[in-house]
């Protein structure tokens, strides 16, 4: 087992680093020069960073001790670093939402997240990359396993900086699959709660119907202890929940052993032979503890349906985009707005009203199983910076406003990582998170 004593700052979890903090072990400076030094050493080459600026970190940090030594109260996430994917807004730092049409903005305030991240007492390290307006075409972050390799998106940099070690935790965000595709192929954990339960004032709009926020982190209990210091009620978001009916950071206390229903979905012919054989291997080696279940057909309609939704909203979001300069933005969203504008009301009314069709379809199955084990991704990590790869294993439980994390257990034949997703039901997120622990733990498992 690893002695924390002995590793550098920067390694540590967000845990492990919570506890050493609060018992004066390290100071938060230290902890913030651990990981700007960290950054220094793998930004020229991982790139995560859209804005950084370590005299504003190094600030943060002092004023954490000082709180500290006066003896003032000290929240959950008291002098850990997070970064902060580049569309959700900070009042110290650009937004810039990963297009030039947005420049050099400055937001007036806080996303409502960002302010409850510095309330718990973390520091607010800079702005992670993400692609152009969080859809497709690539931003500059590399893969850290491989600089050869995409990282993922949307949420490039979030993924890429937690897997290099410059930041134990970062925040995403998730319309289709920008969690738990970067999270995959960077080898991390990646946990989007249920639908409603982050808020999303201050976040750039996609879909109100299907817009996500996620985590990043090391450990299950890490992205827990993120995840549980964002959900509540916020007047600026209609869909965000009055209350938290649970507390996440205690959510991955125990580990009891969970049973999974193993789904391959429509994607899986569309895998890559190594990575079907990694899954095929690990629930081969769960046996009793998981089998395969059958995709209910009611659910084969939501990649077409997810697509009309997502697709006539960004043409709705991103019409000031279009109207002001759409010669500036990429291709693949120019397409993706062009057939926003052109779907049929009737056809977007017809597609919005499969949620709640396709949700209850899937619900039946958390009577016997505590949460489905499918892939997170096609395989590993595809070659070129190009695209930021396939979404598709991603897109049905999105679209159901389903709790996912990727627990990042295996490696392709190339090496690389390649993770596992586990799905919950809707507001079953503590039930997931036991489930995912207890896999995390496999190789332990006799």
Not at 410 to 418: D, H, M, Q, S
Request: hydrophobic content about 45%; proline content about 9%; some cysteine.
């Amino acid at each position: 087992m690893t002695d924390p004593s002995r590793e550098p700052l920067h390694a540590l979890s967000a845990t492990a680093l919570a506890q050493g903090l609060r018992a004066g072990a390290f100071t938060a400076e230290a902890v913030a020069q651990s990981c700007l030094a960290r950054i220094a050493a793998r930004e020229p080459e991982v790139q995560a960073w859209a804005f950084l600026d370590p005299g504003l970190v190094l600030a943060q940090a002092r004023g954490a001790d000082r709180r500290r030594a006066a003896g003032l109260p000290l929240g959950a996430l008291h002098g850990i670093p997070v970064g902060i994917k580049d569309i959700i807004d900070t009042a110290d730092m650009p937004t810039e939402h990963g297009t030039v049409l947005h420049a050099g903005r400055r937001p007036a305030a806080d996303a409502v997240i960002v302010g409850r991240l510095r309330n718990a007492g973390a520091i607010i390290v800079g702005k992670t990359v993400t692609t152009e307006l969080a859809t497709y075409a690539p931003g500059k972050t590399r893969n850290p396993h491989d600089p050869a390799h995409t990282p993922g998106g949307s949420s490039s940099g979030s993924a890429a900086a937690v897997a290099a070690g410059m930041v134990p935790l970062a925040l995403g965000t998730q319309t289709n699959g920008s969690v738990i595709r970067p999270a995959s192929y960077c080898g991390v954990y990646g946990f989007k709660p249920s639908y409603g339960l982050i808020p999303r004032s201050g976040v750039l709009k996609q879909s109100r119907a299907l817009d996500q926020i996620g985590v990043f982190a090391q450990t299950v209990e890490d992205a827990a202890l993120l995840a549980g210091q964002l959900i509540g009620a916020d007047p600026g978001d209609p869909d965000a929940l009055s209350a938290a009916p649970w507390s996440l950071p205690d959510a991955a206390a125990q580990a009891s052993p969970p049973r999974f229903a193993f789904i391959r979905t429509p994607p899986w012919g569309r895998m890559d032979p190594d990575a079907q054989a990694a899954v095929e291997g690990l629930v081969s080696g769960l046996a009793g503890c998981a089998e395969e279940v059958v995709l209910p057909d009611p659910a084969s309609t939501a990649w077409d349906s997810h697509r009309t939704v997502m697709e006539a909203n960004i043409a709705a979001n991103y019409a000031a985009e279009w109207a002001r300069g759409h010669d500036q933005l990429s291709p693949s969203l120019r397409a993706q707005i062009e057939r926003g504008r052109a779907t049929a009301p009737a056809a977007y009314q017809q597609a919005l009203a499969r949620m709640p069709v396709v949700t209850a379809a899937l619900a039946g199955i958390f009577a016997d199983y505590d949460a489905i084990l499918t892939p997170s991704t096609l395989g590993t990590a595809p070659c070129g910076l190009g695209s930021t790869g396939d979404p598709a294993f991603c897109t049905l439980w999105t679209f159901c406003g389903m709790p996912a994390i990727n627990v990042p257990l295996l490696r392709g034949a190339n090496g690389l990582p390649l993770g596992v997703q586990l799905v919950g039901p809707r507001m079953g997120d503590v039930r997931l998170l036991h489930a995912a622990r207890w896999l995390a733990q496999f190789e332990r498992i006799p």
